[in-house]
T-cell receptor, first 113, second 116 residues
Framework: GENVEQHPSTLSVQEGDSAVIKCTYSDSASNYFPWYKQELGKGPQLIIDIRSNVGEKKDQRIAVTLNKTAKHFSLHITETQPEDSAVYFCAASIKSRNTPLVFGKGTRLSVIA | ETGVTQTPRHLVMGMTNKKSLKCEQHLGHNAMYWYKQSAKKPLELMFVYSLEERVENNSVPSRFSPECPNSSHLFLHLHTLQPEDSALYLC???????????????FGQGTRLTVV
């Protein structure tokens, strides 16, 4: 089955700096890669996703890149703000109607003001 | 508000109790999931109800029993739990296309369960 590895497990950055979180996946059939943000006391919420037919996607300060050959994808947050502090999860979906998302272990991002 | 509602938000139960967690989705999705989130562990998929089929993680103990009476409602029945079952239990829903492509999962806010 699919296996998703996520690094680092914790990340601290100064406000205004960039943050990068990386994930690798094992199954080349995976074609959908979402990123979720989980704030304290809440469930994970989708912040950006990418499908395997594109290499990069941007949404304001957030971008995701995908390298299908190397089977890795990354989340980039620029000009970080204290409200970006949360746990971020990557996930991968296999091309099978009965296979749900497989999540990474999460990265706790702390943005220091 | 994500369109997925979980109740209760918090639950404390003894090891001999029987309780149920409820999840309701208002998004018209055809798949619903139960996840367990423990401290310092990844989201652990427990059960999936997808297109009226149930898929389960074989490592989930039988003291957890899911029920999905229709595509909008999902329950997790709990009995004789152990303290290590204390965790955040998250419900999610998604739309699975006939072509086999999953869409994003929408999560509820979770039920914080404490077993004493």
């Amino acid at each position: 089955g699919e296996n998703v590895e996520q690094h680092p497990s914790t990340l601290s950055v100064q406000e205004g700096d960039s943050a990068v979180i990386k994930c690798t996946y094992s199954d080349s059939a995976s074609n959908y890669f979402p990123w979720y943000k989980q704030e304290l006391g809440k469930g994970p919420q989708l912040i950006i996703d990418i499908r395997s037919n594109v290499g990069e996607k941007k949404d304001q300060r957030i971008a995701v890149t995908l390298n299908k050959t190397a089977k890795h994808f990354s989340l980039h947050i620029t000009e970080t703000q204290p409200e970006d502090s949360a746990v971020y999860f990557c996930a991968a979906s296999i091309k099978s109607r009965n296979t749900p998302l497989v999540f990474g272990k999460g990265t706790r991002l702390s943005v220091i003001a | 508000e994500t369109g997925v509602t979980q109740t209760p938000r918090h639950l404390v139960m003894g090891m001999t109790n029987k309780k149920s967690l409820k999840c309701e989705q208002h998004l018209g999705h055809n798949a619903m999931y139960w996840y367990k989130q423990s401290a310092k562990k990844p989201l652990e998929l427990m059960f999936v109800y997808s297109l009226e089929e149930r898929v389960e993680n074989n490592s989930v103990p039988s003291r957890f029993s899911p029920e999905c009476p229709n595509s909008s409602h999902l329950f997790l029945h709990l009995h004789t739990l152990q303290p290590e079952d204390s965790a955040l239990y998250l419900c999610a829903s998604s739309q699975i296309g006939r072509a086999g492509l999953n869409t994003e999962a929408f999560f509820g806010q979770g039920t914080r369960l404490t077993v004493v």
